[in-house]
RNA sequence: GCGGACGUGGCGAAAUUGGUAGACGCACGGGACUUAAAAUCCCUCGCCCUUUGGGUAUGCGGGUUCAAGUCCCGCCGUCCGCACCA
């Protein structure tokens, strides 16, 4: 009789075979069609988490399945091994991040395994290794002797108290998000690349992305963002000149005043002799820069006092202000300012009682007084602006560019809001950074017979900052030039580097150099890439910025690293907390005599295994005490709301759980976790395992089942379909219809068929328990080696079709129908359909529509 | 503020080019089997009504059409990205 299918058992057995036999490992020199299916690699934190899970088991399912359509996949696995919280788990724990971090690995990768992921393990990375980072490096040093790397000043976030680089996402309030200590802005010397060299290849190339989501090729246009215009100068009063940029030349006879940035050149001078001046400057620095305060900032301006030449009419002389809303980092540091048509201008202006002068007008209103109470921005005719009248916005740019670059003063620019790649972190768990600093020769890159610069592992964290900083002999060596002392860069790259070029070092792996161009030629572009939606503008952005610097400097002749593009979903679960109100209270700032009371709530989260659900409210298990249920979220420590996929896989299996986790929910939707969701997919698992089992007892069944042969030809060209269009959710329900009817179904030929496939059908999305039955029923071979089921045309189409029948479109009846039934024949059976006649109740039709296959509607 | 996406039962969701709204799953309810339970199987399941039938229904209000979840216009709401970008 039915039997279990013995998850536990089956899982570690299959998992075995398909490493012993090296199932899943990618010949180079195959002759079938490559496929290369990539998800981004994990940063190792500790465990893995059902984000994880999810993403892999997406990318799985599309490796399986297009192994089975005669492709050899690459589907390699590897471990984004820098960064920071190795160093904070060293400082914490006070273990040593490598240590911490292969550990990481080692349990992340029993994770996985247990799984069943399809993955190539022999091409196992991990960027903290230096058989990676040593590649790495000569890369760096290849691109710098292009000229695509240089050195600048930069200003940075500085902790006094950590002596280290905060990212902004550090800085919390002005303060270090570890310490609490303010934060500095402190100039240092970084590496930068040259990332703004590429920015029209890499806003163009999107275009050529067919399969990449429409929103992340926006996001990366607007943060590439392109803007064209004008750059010019204008004279100054005081002998000088101010170079400006513009997106609007054509509103120039507007202009009622200039604006520069607060750490301008013209205001640093002024500030030198002006005290009032280097206040104001003080003053702009000090506001905030996050959105809600950026929103709320009153426009500040300083006149000072110097004036500028109108470019058009050396009469016409406009203020200088120094302004807090004006960016050094954007266009030129200066602009001018056109208070009728750009919002800021105006509340500038209005504040400052300059004027605001209408030189775009909406029909016949040219009056040059603007009175409304905002600038307009939206299209018209040029006005009050001498030649420039009666043109629309478009031409009136142009023609200001041309004026401008036929007088010498000014030409048609475009500028970028891309700013050069920093890569220069102060950190230890990183890639060292190949260079050598010499007094005597300058920056001199490790030559390479000295490659790989390893990162020294003897290093303690018992004192803030970098250790590489104060390491006793590392840091010193000779200068490849002079052999004069010289000291190592301490600085190590940006992790984005580390995962900028992994899917090229997957393709392709050679201990001497970081690819052979040939082989990762044959692999590359990715042709599915899977991940999540974070990464949608800087790691995507880098890695094109990468490959494309690479074919640039002619090592990799491939533009796109990442022909498909999915973004997946999270993961989320029930958030379960209490709430506890704390006040504080203080002196005000405004006034010390004055006592404050503060009131915040601090909440204490709730894992989900301490919670049972009563009458729709949450206890603590066990007990009367109910806490609050918060909102769906992303499983995050913080929140305490995750679930650990081990506990679950080692209780329902890993099929069950790849299942779970490609069911219901639309892949690039979240998918929020439940105790009954993955119940019902371990039940589906044991349905479709009784039917295996059930062959034998139907062995011996005979006859045809034709409408049960369509029913499994239709869904192996669907589940083909869905799966290459990765909706997993629908390929889900079809085997579901698929498994109902097979369950309906009488014993006969064409239903043992039918079992037979569809252990191909569950194949990419349940492995072992497709390799178990297709083991029992005698198979030859692994089923992962099989080939995916023939698609019988003919039986794609039904003879029979059940069409609508509607009067004024709603719906009466319906009819089955032979399929091609002419219209004629469809008009009469409905016309002759009793609720039809019933309702026309003798009238005559006023007219009658018929789509052949589908409906007749008739318009009484 | 700018840009984008989305809005369908109690819930997750399906629905080719406009053509039978709610496939499939979860939950709930009823039943069978069982001494009992688990497991399994069967049935009901958008809402409303005068229930072999009818009305109504895809955020709200209009429109186009024989026919609108789908197309157009205007609102409302939720989420995401960017943000003093000249």
């Given at each position: 009789m039915a039997s279990r299918f013995n998850a536990l058992k089956s899982d570690a057995a299959w998992q075995q075979v398909w490493d012993e036999r090296r199932t899943f490992a990618a010949r180079d020199d195959s002759d079938k069609p490559r496929t290369y299916v990539l998800?981004?690699?994990?940063?190792p934190s500790g465990r893995i988490h059902m984000g994880h899970v999810r993403n892999y088991t997406m990318g799985d399912v599309l490796a399986r399945y297009r192994r089975m359509t005669g492709h050899e996949v690459l589907h390699p696995m590897g471990w984004d091994a820098f960064g920071m919280p190795a160093e904070n788990a060293a400082m914490e724990k006070g273990v040593h991040p490598g240590g911490w971090t292969r550990d990481n690995i080692a349990t992340m990768k029993a994770q996985l395994k247990r799984l069943g992921f399809a993955l190539d393990w022999t091409r196992e990375l991990a960027t903290c290794e230096p058989d990676y980072y040593g590649h790495e490096q000569a890369l760096f040093l290849e691109l710098f002797r292009h000229g695509l790397v240089y050195r600048k000043e930069s200003s940075v976030n500085w902790d006094p108290v950590d002596m280290t680089v905060l990212a902004n996402e550090q800085v919390i309030d002005g303060r270090g998000w570890r310490s609490g200590a303010l934060v500095e802005r402190r100039k240092l010397s970084q590496w930068f690349l040259k990332i703004t060299d590429f920015a029209d290849e890499l806003l163009s190339g999107l275009d050529a992305l067919e399969h990449w989501p429409d929103k992340v090729k926006l996001m990366q246009e607007n943060w590439i963002g392109?803007?064209?215009?004008?750059?010019?100068?204008?004279?100054?009063?005081?002998?000088?000149?101010?170079e400006v940029f513009t997106t609007r030349p054509d509103t120039i006879f507007g202009a009622s005043f200039?604006?520069?940035?607060?750490?301008?050149?013209?205001?640093?001078?002024?500030?030198?002799?002006?005290?009032?001046v280097a206040d104001f400057i003080a003053l702009c620095k000090q506001g905030g820069t996050t959105a809600a305060e950026l929103e709320t900032q009153e426009k500040l301006g300083f006149d000072t006092g110097i004036t500028a030449t109108h470019p058009f009419d050396p009469a016409w002389q406009i203020p200088v202000y120094i302004a807090n809303f004006v960016l050094m980092e954007y266009g030129t540091g200066a602009v001018f300012g056109v208070p009728a048509h750009d919002q800021r201008d105006f509340e500038f202006a209005s504040k400052y009682r300059l004027p605001i002068r209408r030189v775009v007008s909406e029909?016949?209103?040219?009056?040059?007084?603007?009175?409304?109470?905002?600038?307009?921005?939206?299209p018209g005719t040029i006005c009050n602006s001498h030649f420039l009248d009666?043109?629309?916005?478009?031409?009136?740019?142009?023609?200001?560019?041309q004026r401008a670059e036929d007088g010498g003063w000014g030409k048609g620019s475009t500028v970028f809001r891309l700013r050069d790649w920093g890569v220069s972190r102060q950190r230890y768990w990183g890639?060292?950074?190949?260079?050598?600093?010499?007094?005597?020769?300058?920056?001199?890159?490790v030559p390479a017979d000295q490659l790989p610069v390893v990162l020294p592992e003897d290093v303690s964290f018992d004192v803030p900052g970098n250790p590489l900083d104060r390491h006793p002999t590392w840091k010193h060596v000779p200068c490849p030039t002079?052999?004069?002392?010289?000291?190592?860069?301490?600085?190590?790259?940006?992790?984005?580097?580390?995962s900028s070029w992994y899917f090229i070092r997957f393709a392709s792996q050679p201990s001497d150099k970081a690819f052979d161009r040939a082989v990762a030629e044959k692999w590359l572009p990715v042709a599915q890439y899977i991940g999540g939606v974070e990464h949608a503008i800087l790691h995507l952005l880098y890695a094109r910025f990468w490959t494309r610097a690479l074919k640039h400097i002619g090592m990799l002749d491939i533009a796109e690293p990442f022909a498909g593009l999915f973004t997946q979903g999270m993961v989320t679960h029930e958030t379960y907390y209490r709430a506890k109100v704390i006040r504080t209270e203080r002196p005000s700032t405004a006034d010390p005599e004055t006592i404050v009371t503060e009131s915040s709530s601090i909440q204490t989260w709730f894992s989900p295994t301490e919670i049972e659900r009563r009458d729709g409210k949450a206890f603590l298990i066990g007990t009367d005490d109910e806490v609050k249920v918060g909102r769906i979220e992303k499983m995050s420590k913080s929140k305490k709301n995750t679930v650990d996929p081990t506990h679950i896989v080692d209780q329902y299996g890993a099929d069950a759980v790849r299942w779970f986790v490609l069911s219901d929910s639309p892949p690039e939707r979240d998918l929020e976790w439940s105790e009954s969701g993955i119940e019902g997919s371990w039940r589906f698992v044991q349905r479709v395992w009784r039917l295996f089992d059930g062959l034998t007892e139907t062995a011996g069944a005979e006859g045809g089942d034709k409408a049960l042969d369509r029913k499994l030809h239709q869904t192996i060209a669907g589940i083909a379909a869905d799966i290459e269009g990765l909706a997993f959710n629908k390929a889900v329900a079809k085997l579901y219809e698929l498994v109902n009817a097979l369950e309906r179904a009488a014993p006969s030929a064409s239903r043992n068929a039918a079992i037979r496939t569809l252990m191909l059908l569950v194949a990419p999305m349940a492995p072992h328990l497709a390799e178990e039955a297709w083991a029992i029923a005698g198979n030859a071979g692994l089923i992962a080696d099989a080939a995916w089921p023939e698609v019988d045309p003919a039986l794609l189409v039904?003879?029979?079709?059940?069409?609508?029948?509607?009067v004024n479109g709603k719906l009466r009846d319906t009819q089955t129908v032979a399929k091609g039934t002419a219209r004629e024949a469809l008009e009469t059976i409905a016309l002759a359909n009793a609720n039809v006649q019933r309702i026309l109740d003798g009238a005559a039709p006023r007219k009658v529509i018929v789509v052949p296959d589908r409906l007749v509607n008739i318009v009484a």
């Open positions: 998800e981004m690699f994990p940063y392109k803007s064209q215009g004008l750059q010019f100068g204008w004279s100054l009063s005081d002998g000088g000149n101010v200039v604006a520069v940035a607060a750490d301008h050149p013209i205001a640093a001078k002024l500030a030198e002799s002006d005290p009032a029909g016949d209103d040219t009056d040059p007084d603007f009175t409304a109470g905002e600038a307009y921005s939206g009666g043109m629309d916005i478009e031409d009136a740019k142009r023609a200001v560019i890639t060292p950074i190949p260079i050598i600093h010499c007094d005597a020769c300058g920056a001199v890159p002079c052999a004069g002392n010289a000291r190592r860069e301490t600085d190590t790259l940006d992790t984005f580097v580390d039904d003879d029979e079709v059940t069409i609508a029948i509607q």
